[in-house]
T-cell receptor, first 113, second 115 residues
Framework: DQQVKQNSPSLSVQEGRISILNCDYTNSMFDYFLWYKKYPAEGPTFLISISSIKDKNEDGRFTVFLNKSAKHLSLHIVPSQPGDSAVYFCAAMGNNAGNMLTFGGGTRLMVKP | EPEVTQTPSHQVTQMGQEVILRCVPISNHLYFYWYRQILGQKVEFLVSFYNNEISEKSEIFDDQFSVERPDGSNFTLKIRSTKLEDSAMYFC???????FGYGYTFGSGTRLTVV
């Protein structure tokens, strides 16, 4: 049951260029979407989120775009920096009492100097 | 910056043994969670806990699992009789409120290895 999917297991970009990480979901009951970043031996760290009533949210170098009709969201990082190299997880939340997050499988981003 | 602290960082246990994973959530947070990540797989929700009771749990969280907030600061996950397939990274998290992930802070995880 893959309600949240990240189809690219890895992505390599040059420092200074744009990184685009993609995420698709199937459950139309999801109404909040989040991106987390994870380094080895650490827990996921919250990056940026977007409500289903918006189509874009920006925070510094990070922008998340949501296309509800396509059930697709993307994370843009610009400019990419070597310190951005990590695994990025897309997650989604529906209107449930337990605040449960459903995660995608992750995309490993490598930013080359 | 406030942290969620998990101990131990690595636990090795024999199959069939009980194990308790410990977490100290951020002090003013009200919601507590356990997630796990089996090697090479997704991060999966196990359980959420609010107001001293379970608010939601997944299919994974069967009768072998239990959670407790024994003393107002710790939040524990107990696995009664561990199986090989329980080997995973277990993450504790906490949040201030039902805050759609905003204040959702994860700990660094406990790697559980069942042999």
């Amino acid at each position: 049951d893959q309600q949240v999917k990240q189809n690219s297991p890895s992505l390599s970009v040059q420092e200074g260029r744009i990184s685009i990480l993609n995420c698709d979901y199937t459950n139309s009951m999801f109404d909040y979407f989040l991106w987390y970043k994870k380094y080895p031996a650490e827990g996921p760290t919250f990056l940026i989120s977007i409500s289903s009533i918006k189509d874009k949210n920006e925070d510094g170098r990070f922008t998340v775009f949501l296309n509800k009709s396509a059930k697709h969201l993307s994370l843009h990082i610009v400019p990419s920096q070597p310190g951005d190299s990590a695994v990025y997880f897309c997650a989604a939340m529906g209107n449930n009492a337990g605040n449960m997050l459903t995660f995608g499988g992750g995309t490993r981003l490598m930013v080359k100097p | 910056e406030p942290e969620v602290t998990q101990t131990p960082s690595h636990q090795v246990t024999q199959m069939g043994q009980e194990v308790i994973l410990r977490c100290v959530p951020i002090s003013n947070h009200l919601y507590f969670y356990w997630y796990r990540q089996i090697l090479g797989q997704k991060v999966e929700f196990l359980v959420s806990f609010y107001n001293n009771e379970i608010s939601e749990k997944s299919e994974i969280f069967d009768d072998q699992f239990s959670v407790e907030r024994p003393d107002g600061s710790n939040f524990t996950l107990k696995i009664r009789s561990t199986k090989l397939e329980d080997s995973a990274m277990y993450f504790c998290a906490s949040s201030e409120q039902g805050s759609f992930g905003y204040g959702y802070t994860f700990g660094s995880g406990t790697r559980l290895t069942v042999v």
